[in-house]
């Protein structure tokens, strides 16, 4: 598509001659230096393995993974696949468009409401279920007629390297290895975000999507190889994450930070846009049923290390995620406990 219009699927051309896409001065995106991430090698042998993957959710809350076990091509073809849904004409995606984000499939934008003013991120993202062992093509956009085939492969790929992900995570915390997707329960909430990130102008003034860390448990993400676009927050730095060719992301999400006591990091990021190239990304979030109780796991608490957050129900946890929507991002903090 390279620096051809760009049209949202709301009708509204994205332009840096429209203020609402110009960010204020506080939320433009600066410098930053470069720290890296850890990449792990998952056929690494299985004790030093735990070893990394603790030092990773501690330090970082987000690491590479390489021999991850997706095939190369099929996470090739799924990227090419986000891609051409969004470099469609917008009327494809416009019947799918809505700002309501309860709705399990749609195609929507994010934003940030100022004190007088909303503000429009410069990408649109594509949000779908995803369940490794269910047909949800229904679920899926018709055109291109590839994503539907595509997703549901990646899906169940995706499906197993999670629940290994989610294994060697509760051996890093010293539990039994079935223990967090136990406690996450067995109706995960699972979506999908396929993300897109037109070029834009002037990145000096826009983000692609503002810092937030996931609200779910844990996420793999999946990006464009020849764009650096996104950002970790570390040690109080915006660092950038270049892509790894062949790897795959995972993000420690707010659930694996309540439930580790604060011991593992749900990470802040955001998505800064590239002059010249449009980028593309799928996020694929894990989360707990809805009903699940989530809180610091009793295994992990002593005198010396009180819960720092209450137990809740991960329903009241999103019911806070969207009263804070667009505007600040402090959800974990509402359920802290004060000492
Ligand atoms: C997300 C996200 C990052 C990216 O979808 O939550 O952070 O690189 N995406 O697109
Ligand atoms: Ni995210």
């Known amino acids: 598509m390279d620096n051809k219009p760009f049209v949202l699927a709301n009708g509204t051309l994205l332009s840096i001659h429209d203020d609402k896409f110009i960010l204020p001065a ?10 890296p991430i850890p990449v792990i090698d998952l056929d690494e042998k299985q004790a030093s393995l735990i070893g990394k993957i603790r030092d990773a959710c501690e330090g970082h809350g987000v690491f590479h993974i390489i021999n991850h076990g997706v095939p190369k091509e099929l996470c090739r073809k799924m990227i090419g696949a986000v891609h051409d849904f969004f470099r469609l004409p917008a009327e494809e995606r416009s019947h799918l468009f ?25 990408s649109e993202v594509l949000a779908h279920p995803w369940h490794p062992s269910d047909d949800f093509s229904h679920l899926l956009p018709r055109n291109p007629p590839h994503y539907r085939e595509l997703a549901g492969e990646y899906a169940k790929e995706v499906g197993w390297l999670v629940t290994r992900l989610l294994r060697l995570i509760s051996q890093a915390l010293g539990l039994k290895k079935d223990y967090l997707q136990e406690r ?36 793999v993400l999946l ?11 570390q040690d109080g730095q915006w660092v950038p994450v270049d892509p790894l060719p062949g790897a795959l992301l995972v993000n420690i999400g707010d659930q694996i930070e309540v439930m580790s006591n604060g011991k593992y990091k749900s990470v802040h990021h955001r998505v800064v ?26 295994e992990l608490l002593d005198e010396e290390h009180p819960p ?15 009263r804070q929507e667009s505007t600040v991002w402090r959800v974990k903090e509402a359920f802290r406990l004060n000492h």
């Not at 209450?310 to 019911?319: A, G, H, K, P, V």
């Open 98 to 122: 809505t700002d309501d984000k309860t709705k399990p499939l749609r195609v929507s934008n994010f934003y940030l409401n100022g004190d007088d003013d909303k503000f429009t991120m410069w």
């Open 308 to 322: 720092i957050y209450r137990t809740y129900c991960f329903r009241e946890f999103m019911e806070e995620f969207l």
């Open 223 to 233: 990006q464009s190889e020849d764009v650096s676009a996104l950002q970790v927050m």
């Open 184 to 219: 996450l329960g067995d109706k995960p909430r699972l979506v999908a975000h396929a993300n897109y990130y037109p070029p834009c102008p002037r990145p000096e003034l826009t983000l692609g999507s503002l810092s937030h860390t996931d609200v779910i448990a844990i996420t």
């Open 273 to 298: 846009t590239n002059k010249d190239l449009d980028r593309a990304s799928i996020a694929m979030f894990y989360g707990p049923n809805m009903d699940s109780m989530i809180g610091p796991i009793d």
């Open 26 to 35: 506080a939320e433009r995106p600066a410098a930053s230096k470069s720290i």
